[in-house]
């Protein structure tokens, strides 16, 4: 099986139980997932399956929308429900102050990740290094919030949705606005509804993807790897040329069909051998179409 699921990751789940569980439902071990959702959180999570297992850092890259609900008078170590409450502070703050705290981060910020995720420190996650009761400095990085529009406001808690650029923690962003407030805040709830084309409407959960396997129909939860570039030109192979792409070789244009829509310095390319077959993609230099990534 080569393709990726959109998977409705359920709360109580891990990212890597996700994947766990659909080695055992899809009998198949090349499996990954695209970006880590913390465990009490739910939504969106695309996981490739086969030779897509390639496009992993890819997506892991893409711009992400969540809905989230922000618990304010409230700190907590792991900046969410699920850890131990530091500090309570009464909320005296109006809920317009509050609207224009959580618009302020609208933009891009520097934000220090969490001691309770999953980036590495000289090889070691950081959650690994913070449940053994050791905190160490953590360098800022900038993260871009595309759009913050706010649905609720009933304190303590405010509702709003955003969409970010990859590596955003939304619980570190919850707490930053108590932060700016001054009266502290931690995140309530996560739903993440969309990582770049894969939306929640669309997505599956295990369940529901085993009840398909079970029926033989998992083929229509799968989607092709090709279909994440449909921006690029389409380039299918001569016979004589299929043996080219199949060693990731590179080819001339006379060795191809259809490739009018190709000839432009380093434009990618979707190759395709001459039965129809998504071989990878290649990169048209110097009246050659070059390697880029291959899938078959």
């Known amino acids: 099986m080569n393709g990726i699921l959109n998977i409705y990751k359920e709360a109580g789940f891990t990212s890597h139980d996700v994947v766990a569980k659909l080695r055992g439902i899809l009998k198949q071990k090349k499996i990954g997932h695209t970006g880590t959702l913390d465990p009490d959180a739910e939504g969106v999570l695309p996981v490739c399956v086969g030779n897509a297992t390639k496009l992993c850092g890819m997506l892991t890259e893409k711009e992400k929308t969540y809905q989230a609900v922000l618990l304010l008078g409230q700190e907590t170590d792991t900046q969410d429900l699920s850890g131990k409450v530091l500090h309570k502070s009464e909320i005296t703050v109006s809920g317009e102050a509050v609207r224009d705290a959580i618009l302020s981060f609208q933009g891009s910020y520097d934000q220090v990740p969490p001691m309770y995720s999953a980036l590495k420190v000289n090889g070691k996650k950081l959650y690994e290094l913070a449940r053994e009761g050791k905190e160490i400095e953590r360098k800022s990085r900038k993260v871009t919030l595309h759009e913050i529009s706010i649905s609720r406001i009933e304190l303590p808690e405010a509702s709003f949705t955003v969409t970010c650029s990859s590596g955003t923690y939304i619980r570190t962003l919850c707490h930053d606005i108590g932060g700016k407030l001054g009266c502290g805040g931690c995140m309530k709830s996560l739903l993440r509804t969309r990582v770049d084309r894969f939306r929640i409407e669309d997505s599956l959960r295990l369940s529901q ?33 299929d043996r080219l792409v199949y060693n990731g070789n590179p080819f001339e244009l006379s060795i191809a069909v259809d490739v009018s829509a190709a000839g432009t310095d380093a434009s990618p390319v979707c190759v395709y051998d001459s039965k129809g077959v998504f071989v990878g993609i290649y990169q048209y230099e110097q009246k050659m179409f070059r390697p880029v990534k291959m899938f078959l």
């Open 209 to 241: 993807i085993e009840e398909k396997m079970a029926a033989g129909r998992i083929s229509e939860c799968l989607i092709p790897v090709d279909k994440m570039f449909e921006q690029y030109p389409r380039v299918q192979m001569k016979e004589a040329g």
